[in-house]
């Protein structure tokens, strides 16, 4: 079953071809973050134009390096939740017109069970039950994958995603949006011992939940406290401190969910999910608990539409094609 996916719930457009779930034929991004880097973050409204303006050629270009037409694809996947919602209503309506004007069944895929499915394109052999740790600009939560569509919350966060604490941290570095790829190259670069005290993102109140705010706030407080001591502020130290403190963050996460279920299998996906020091310190971790590491490929952490392929295949065989009156909406959990 060959599947035309459409991504565009934030600041990229994209499209793939994807073979029935497990094999990508295409996959084109066409990403907006310079449009938006100079407001320092994502503006809705240029996000929405930026799209309309660029999926009819994305669409174009995933048909043709798939090498197949219209006439060969069984049904067009879109991004339907959760996301910025003008900019999720132009990959919807494009992918309704599509689908009357071929005849195709139409489904509306939730884009946090597309950075999950992103595994199945890795690895061929995986089947659920498994659990996945998805960190990214928007969203950030740990779930069990009971079935192909079937997902049990476990935690999530309550403030901030992980990405939006990396790009904060970042700022206040004066690093252009989004800076998570470059706080990660300062972090590398950092050979010292000593790090700056840092507040969890582990939630006290709760054994699974996260909370990024305080995290954030304090690198910020951090920053000022110095320049008013006139004391100088080591980026790089400031990078690896905070890197640390997410992946501690992270571990106790993962150490209380060890505490109440098996986990055989952690996915590890999302645009933040491609920070190597998350992935090396995951991974030890996951050795040390005898748990399979599954991290996602860096090319697809970040958004895509060929995960959108790969979750559409499975829920085409569990339930029926959405209407034409599919619709935008703007939250959503994995599981909703
Ligand atoms: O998944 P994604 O492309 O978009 C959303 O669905 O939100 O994630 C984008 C986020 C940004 O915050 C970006 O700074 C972060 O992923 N990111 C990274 C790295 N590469 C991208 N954060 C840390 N380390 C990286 N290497
Ligand atoms: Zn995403």
Known sequence: MKILAIESSCDETAAAVVEDGRRALSGVVRTQIPLHAVYGGVVPEIASRAHTEAIASVCE???????????????????????LVGALLVGVSFAKSLAYRYRLPLYG?????????????????????????????????????????DFTLIGTTRDDAAGEAF???????????????????????????????????????????????????????????????????????LAASFTRTVQEGLKNRLKNVLETEDVETLVFA???????GLRTALGNFCDEYCIRFLPVDVSLCGDNAAMIGAQAYYEAQNGVPAELTLNAVPRAEVNE
């Open 61 to 83: 270009k995933a048909l043709a390096d798939a090498n197949c037409t219209m006439e060969e694809i069984d049904a067009v996947a879109v991004t339907n939740r959760p996301g």
């Open 109 to 149: 895929i939730n884009h946090l069970r597309g950075h999950i499915a992103a595994a199945y394109l890795m690895d061929p052999a995986l089947k659920p039950p498994f659990h996945a740790l998805i960190l990214s600009g928007g969203h950030t939560f740990l779930a069990r994958v009971n079935g192909y569509t």
């Open 167 to 237: 790009d904060k941290v970042a700022r206040v570095l004066n690093i252009p949006y989004p800076g998570g790829r470059e706080l990660q190259n300062m972090a590398d670069a950092y050979t010292g011992e000593e790090l700056y005290p840092l507040p969890s993102p582990a939630l006290k109140e709760d054994p699974f939940d996260f909370s990024f705010s305080g995290l954030k706030t304090a690198v910020v407080n951090l920053a000022h406290n110095l320049a008013q001591k006139g004391e100088t502020l080591d980026g790089n130290k």
């Open 270 to 276: 999302g645009g933040v999910a491609a920070n190597t």
